[in-house]
């Protein structure tokens, strides 16, 4: 239970000091290419459990559309240029915070 606290203590303390980078990435992504903000991708966490990964969007809409997902390589071009910055800097992993928060 206070690990459970503390997650939840570190994981808001990371989205209040990062909270200009959540409006300036949706926006850049938005922007760029009037696609969803947003990319959503089931995992399997501890014990089996599938959640729901949630990402800044840093690839073209629909990506995976055509093909199976498949591992991004060095200049895909699927990867958009904010993209590249998000990947760059994992910034792309910033909502991942919430996962954290809602996890019960």
Known sequence: MI????????????IITSSP????????VKIEDRGPIFYFQ??????????????FRSMIK????????????ENDPRVTKVGRILR???MGEL????????WM
């Open 95 to 102: 909502p991942q915070l919430w996962n954290i928060i809602l």
């Open 42 to 55: 089931e995992r399997v966490g501890k014990r089996g459990r599938i959640f729901r990964a949630i990402k």
């Open 62 to 73: 629909d990506a995976e559309k055509e093909i199976w997902p498949v591992q991004a390589v």
């Open 3 to 14: 690990k459970r606290l503390f997650d939840i203590f570190l994981s808001s303390i990371g």
């Open 21 to 28: 980078l959540w409006v300036i990435f949706p926006l850049a």
């Open 88 to 90: 760059a800097t994992a």
